[in-house]
């Protein structure tokens, strides 16, 4: 029965689509001039200003510091250079005077004047203003109470412009834009340990969020295959546990990635998975982790081990010292998939819980009472959904992640506990099968309130990651698994939700014209995006 209802749906979409007849070209021929993510409000006008370098310039009215003139100095690089190659023709008067004709030639673009309105703040941060006023026309204006709403106007005023269709002139078209985003927290995770990724690598995975209007780089830095995060304190963690010595992160690497995050209103939250995906902390610290048993035979290394006070002194040290390389405020600890078997199979840990009756869940919950203390006074812990799970008690300002399955039930246990979280679950790049379009129409807060019709749980979800883990990725394929699938979830994760966007129902067709522009513009800029969805090409 089945197969007949699968037979007849193939024949239904071939019927439909008259699937013999190709047409020539593209499939989605790239939008020019269109915005990606999507501004909340918009108004768009035919009318346009030619663009010509010579004669613009950019003015700061009110407060500056360095965070802004070195925004306004790789804006004014990527509008001068990177719009598109321009072919330069004689006949571009004639051809002006017969636009201008039709009255939507307005002139040049004189100039964009900034006006920030209150000091610049020195680090991005969870509840950072990112809103922002953008009006063109021959004088644009672009007006923010924050910093980093101002780069994340310069990012939009800097997508507007468009090559004529004779690729004569760059054009920009009048427009009011008022934008802010819908969640705080829009993040991605880099897996640096199943492959190691080059310094260049993570600094373009910068600029490519910088272009999403993303703001939270997830380093989860170490894992069970390689430790290349080289501690001053703990040199052998690195010098034993990474795949090679030249593949490590040292604190001047460090710096100048969260320095270069900064500068682009990026946070760069670090994750030090414990107690579980810790193997190559063996590598130098056996001591640390728990000897596994099959029956009365030790058969190799577990998740650290959690009634041993030297576990908890050597985290508190090395912590101490991530976290005066990552300013920050938040610490990811990690807390996912711990090995309990192995911890049930070790007849100390067996006589600690029988000690202390406790199951092995438990024990969990105890080390992650126990770490979460170290972590500096003013910080604050994330951690993945089993901490929260497993019945730690997680005070108010804990973020608890999800990634699991049953995400919705998950998101509402959670929020209901009175905690905020951050939502993966739909969002793992890791799945090779996955495109873009399937990472855009969840929506957290939507797939909440559906269930529960609760408008006072919805605040709770205070953002979301796409997850890049890289047990398939290395620095070769790295930068086009990510992008453009992780553009998807950046636009989720800004635009306001459409009314006719469901994550049940279908994507509105705009949005395969403008992410082939998108997509395009990275690539422009130095990012070596994937096709998106099919056939086309880009112009360099
Ligand atoms: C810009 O203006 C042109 C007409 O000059 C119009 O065809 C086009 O749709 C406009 N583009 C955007 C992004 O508003
Ligand atoms: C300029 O900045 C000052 C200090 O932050 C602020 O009080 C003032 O309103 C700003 N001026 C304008 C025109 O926005
Ligand atoms: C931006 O424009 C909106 C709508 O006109 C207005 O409510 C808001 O106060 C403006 N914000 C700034 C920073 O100028
Ligand atoms: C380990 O630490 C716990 C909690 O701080 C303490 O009660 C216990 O005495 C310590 N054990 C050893 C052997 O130092
Ligand atoms: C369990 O309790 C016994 C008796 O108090 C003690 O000798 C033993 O060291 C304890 N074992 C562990 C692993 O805590
Ligand atoms: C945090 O403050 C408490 C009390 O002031 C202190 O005992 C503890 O050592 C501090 N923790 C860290 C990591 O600095
Ligand atoms: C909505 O959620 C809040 C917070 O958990 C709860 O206090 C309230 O009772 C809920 N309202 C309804 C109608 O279920």
Redesign the pocket.
């Known amino acids: 029965m089945l197969k007949l209802i699968i037979f007849l749906m193939c024949f239904g979409v071939i019927f439909a689509n008259n699937f013999w007849i190709v047409n020539p070209g593209p499939k989605y021929p790239p939008t020019k001039g269109e915005v990606w993510p999507k501004p909340q409000y918009q108004i768009k006008e035919k009318t346009f200003y030619i663009f010509n370098p010579s004669q613009f310039k950019v003015k700061t009215t009110n407060q500056t510091c360095s965070i802004l003139t070195s925004a306004i100095e790789r804006y004014s690089y990527v509008i001068s250079n990177k719009i598109g190659r321009r072919i330069r023709k004689r006949k571009v008067r004639a051809h002006r005077r017969h636009i201008s004709a039709e009255g939507l030639y307005k002139g040049h673009l004189n100039e964009l004047e900034i006006t920030l309105t209150k000091p610049c703040e020195g680090y991005p941060h969870l509840n950072m203003d990112e809103n922002y006023n953008l009006t063109v026309s021959a004088t644009s204006t672009l007006s923010s109470p924050s910093i980093w709403g101002v780069i994340r106007g310069l990012e939009t005023f800097s997508q507007l412009f468009y090559l004529s269709d004779d690729r004569n002139e760059i054009r920009i078209n009048t427009t009011q834009i008022y934008d802010f985003p819908r969640y705080k927290h829009r993040g991605l995770l880099l897996d640096t340990s199943r492959h190691f990724i080059s310094v260049t690598n993570i600094l373009k995975t910068l600029d490519a969020m910088a272009m999403n209007k993303m703001n939270v780089f997830h380093w989860h830095i170490v894992d069970d295959q390689s430790f290349p995060y080289k501690s001053e304190k703990f040199p052998e963690l690195s010098n034993r546990g990474a795949f090679d010595s030249s593949m490590v992160y040292t604190k001047e690497d460090i710096e100048r990635i969260v320095e270069y995050a900064r500068n682009r209103g990026i946070r760069v939250i670090p994750e030090f998975d414990v107690p579980g995906h810790t193997a190559s902390w063996g590598s130098s610290h056996p001591d640390l982790l728990t000897e596994c048993y099959e029956g009365n035979k030790v058969v190799g290394l577990g998740p650290m081990n959690p009634?041993k006070n030297t576990t908890y002194i050597l985290l508190r040290e090395l912590f101490q010292e991530v976290q005066t390389w990552f300013p920050d405020r938040y610490f990811h600890v990690g807390g996912d998939e711990v090995a309990l078997d192995c911890w049930k199979s070790n007849p100390?840990l067996q006589?600690?819980m029988k000690?202390n009756t406790l199951t092995v869940a438990d024990l969990h919950a105890l080390f992650m009472r126990r770490v979460i203390p170290l972590l500096a006074n003013n910080s604050k812990p994330i951690v993945w959904q089993e901490v929260f799970d497993e019945g730690v008690k997680l005070t108010k300002d804990t973020l608890i992640q999800v990634w699991k399955y049953n995400w919705i039930t998950e998101m509402i246990n959670i929020l209901s506990a009175g905690h905020e979280l951050l939502f993966s679950s739909t969002w793992y790049l890791d799945a090779i099968k996955s495109e873009w379009p399937d990472y855009y129409s969840p929506d957290p807060r939507q797939m909440v309130y559906d269930v529960t019709q609760n408008e006072t749980l919805l605040p709770g979800i205070v953002g979301g990651e796409a997850c890049m883990w890289g047990e398939m990725v290395d620095d070769r394929n790295v930068i086009n698994r990510v992008w453009p699938r992780a553009s998807a979830v950046a636009e989720r994760l800004w635009s306001t939700l459409d009314d006719n966007i469901n994550y049940k129902s279908k994507i509105p067709s705009e949005t395969y014209y403008r992410i082939e522009e998108h997509t395009c513009r990275m690539i422009r800029r130095g990012i070596d995006a994937q096709p998106p969805t099919g056939p086309g090409f880009c112009i360099a």
Do not use: G, Q
């Open positions: 009634t100390e006589e600690y000690n």
